[in-house]
């Protein structure tokens, strides 16, 4: 399978500021990448979808102009959250797809603490 | 939307016995059910999936049933070992839907040595 970077693996930061952490496929050029978010004990949710050279597609309930995807390249996507809170805190993963392809390839995670 | 359940929520077993976890899916458009481990603080690795032209798949000590009609899979872990101690996650994709997995729950397993 693919082999699927991020960073920061973990990254504290105060309320107000912005964050970005980056996806990276190391051998794999991938169409499509997605980022999930994971809070303690719970399941992974879909936060929005992105295909290289165009805008991401958000699931419902997740605000673009707060969560800033970037799918620059076939190997490079990043999230940017914004004016971070304290509910923003969350383990943060992306997973990318190639075409076609059914499988998902996931990053490590990165744990995001906004005090 | 697709709607999968994941039972059970937690799971204890005596090492060398086999471990059960069962997933419903709502979708019948869906065609593609991967598992994956996810171990604390890392990422959910895939272990085993199955397409739905099949109907059961095997890797070493891990196998996944599928059956289409009833709308479940289950994946079993036999000879289970100290290091099979994770969460896992079932998934279900329709590929009409944009290649988006839909999670299980997870379940929790915890091998007793």
Not at chain 2, 14 to 29: F, L, R, W
Not at chain 2, 89 to 109: H, I, P
Request: hydrophobic fraction near 35%.
């Amino acid at each position: 399978g693919a082999v699927v970077s991020q960073h920061p693996s973990w990254v504290i930061c105060k309320s107000g500021t912005s964050v970005k952490i980056e996806c990276r496929s190391l051998d794999f050029q991938a169409t499509t990448m997605f980022w999930y978010r994971q809070f303690p004990k719970q399941s992974l949710m879909l936060m929005a979808t992105s295909n290289e050279g165009s805008k991401a597609t958000y699931e419902q309930g997740v605000e673009k102009d707060k969560f800033l995807i970037n799918h620059a390249s076939l190997t490079l996507s990043t999230l940017t959250v914004t004016s971070a809170h304290p509910e923003d805190s969350s383990f943060y993963i992306c997973s990318l797809a190639g075409d076609p392809s059914y499988e998902q390839y996931f990053g490590p995670g990165t744990r995001l603490t906004v005090t | 939307g697709e709607n999968v359940e994941q039972h059970p929520s937690t799971l204890s077993v005596q090492e060398g016995d086999s471990a059960v976890i069962k997933c419903t899916y709502s979708d019948s458009a869906s065609n593609y059910f991967p598992w994956y481990k996810q171990e604390l603080g890392k990422g959910p690795q895939l272990i085993i999936d199955i397409r739905s032209n099949v109907g059961e798949k095997k890797d070493q000590r891990i196998a996944v049933t599928l059956n289409k009609t009833a709308k479940h899979f289950s994946l079993h872990i036999t000879e289970t070992q100290p290091e099979d101690s994770a969460v896992y996650f079932c998934a279900a994709l329709a590929t009409l839907n944009d290649y988006k997995l839909s999670f299980g729950a997870g379940t929790t397993v915890t091998v007793r040595a």
